[in-house]
């Protein structure tokens, strides 16, 4: 990881920072698969999604299926993978400045 | 805006739960690797057995029903990975592809139908086999967070 450290203080909340580790992890994920995944409940995936949107982080794309069944499908942007990057950088720093000498910090 | 603050370690295992949880949902379908194969197959005997003016339709069909095989194994499983996540699933990758590559071209060098069949059939199992393992490999390095070039 390359992206220069720098505290995200909207990922930064525990579900934000799942949602964006599990979607750094793929191209895009389906509403559904994200829910299971991070076993949360339809309205705070939704809660925290409309959060990641508003600030640019996620795109929501609900094309039309078979049928007419919507699926959302959410996607992580370019811009919100920098940040989520650089947050995690940040996190590994705080984590060496905080650990003791003679022990490893953790990865 | 949630306000529970995390240490940066905590956060940190968040992170590894949150990349954990969907690795487990990563992979394809069984039939999309068996189709590949199909596909590889056929083109393996077209290049050595026909050739000549069924070897476009034969790469027609192979391009097309690649992609219609990723189209629905997208709306199977629910979630896409573009490409390799790190060393393991890289590795797997391209041997999938040079697998391929060589019982395709291999075929059209040797004269003997015989032989031609079973390179098919090599084409066949090996694409399957190593699309399995690719699944199995990236599942392994997104859930220990590598990440591709």
Same mark, same amino acid.
């Given at each position: 990881?390359t992206?220069?450290? %720098?505290?995200?203080?909207?990922?930064?909340?525990?579900?934000?920072?799942?949602?964006?580790a599990a979607?750094?992890?793929?191209?895009?994920?389906?509403f559904?698969?994200l %829910?299971?995944?991070?076993e949360?409940?339809?309205p705070?995936?939704?809660?925290?999604?409309r959060?990641?949107?508003?600030?640019?982080?996620?795109?929501?794309?609900?094309?039309?299926?078979?049928?007419?069944r919507? %699926?959302?499908?959410?996607?992580?942007?370019?811009?919100?993978? %920098?940040?989520?990057?650089?947050?995690?950088?940040e996190?590994h720093r705080?984590?060496e400045?905080?650990?003791p000498?003679?022990?490893?910090?953790?990865? | 805006?949630?306000?529970? @603050?995390?240490?940066?370690?905590?956060?940190?295992?968040?992170i590894?739960?949150?990349?954990?949880?969907v690795?487990?949902?990563?992979?394809?379908p069984?039939?999309?690797?068996?189709?590949?194969?199909?596909l590889?197959?056929?083109?393996?005997?077209?290049s050595?057995? *026909?050739?000549?003016?069924?070897?476009?339709?034969?790469?027609?069909?192979?391009?097309?029903?690649? *992609?219609?095989?990723v189209a629905?194994?997208?709306?199977?499983?629910?979630?896409?990975v @573009?490409?390799?996540?790190?060393?393991?699933?890289?590795?797997?990758?391209?041997?999938r592809?040079? *697998?391929?590559?060589?019982?395709?071209?291999g075929?059209a060098?040797?004269d003997?139908t015989?032989?031609?069949?079973?390179?098919a059939?090599? *084409?066949?199992?090996?694409?399957t086999?190593l699309?399995i393992a690719?699944d199995?490999?990236?599942r392994?390095?997104? @859930?220990e967070g590598?990440?591709?070039?």
């Amino acid at each position: 990881m390359t992206a220069a450290p %720098r505290f995200d203080e909207l990922i930064h909340a525990p579900n934000r920072l799942r949602i964006c580790a599990a979607l750094a992890a793929v191209t895009e994920a389906e509403f559904s698969v994200l %829910r299971e995944s991070l076993e949360v409940t339809d309205p705070v995936l939704s809660k925290h999604l409309r959060v990641l949107h508003e600030a640019g982080y996620v795109t929501l794309a609900k094309p039309t299926g078979r049928g007419g069944r919507v %699926r959302t499908w959410v996607a992580l942007t370019s811009t919100g993978r %920098r940040a989520f990057e650089a947050h995690v950088a940040e996190l590994h720093r705080l984590t060496e400045v905080a650990a003791p000498a003679g022990t490893a910090p953790v990865r | 805006m949630e306000s529970d @603050a995390l240490d940066p370690r905590s956060a940190l295992d968040e992170i590894e739960s949150g990349r954990g949880g969907v690795s487990l949902r990563l992979g394809s379908p069984w039939w999309f690797h068996a189709g590949l194969g199909v596909l590889v197959a056929q083109q393996a005997l077209v290049s050595g057995l *026909a050739g000549g003016n069924w070897s476009v339709p034969s790469f027609v069909a192979l391009v097309a029903g690649s *992609a219609a095989l990723v189209a629905l194994a997208r709306q199977s499983t629910g979630v896409t990975v @573009a490409r390799p996540r790190g060393p393991r699933s890289r590795g797997l990758m391209a041997a999938r592809i040079l *697998a391929a590559l060589a019982c395709i071209w291999g075929s059209a060098l040797v004269d003997s139908t015989v032989i031609v069949v079973l390179i098919a059939a090599a *084409a066949l199992g090996a694409t399957t086999l190593l699309g399995i393992a690719y699944d199995i490999a990236l599942r392994h390095d997104t @859930a220990e967070g590598a990440v591709g070039p």
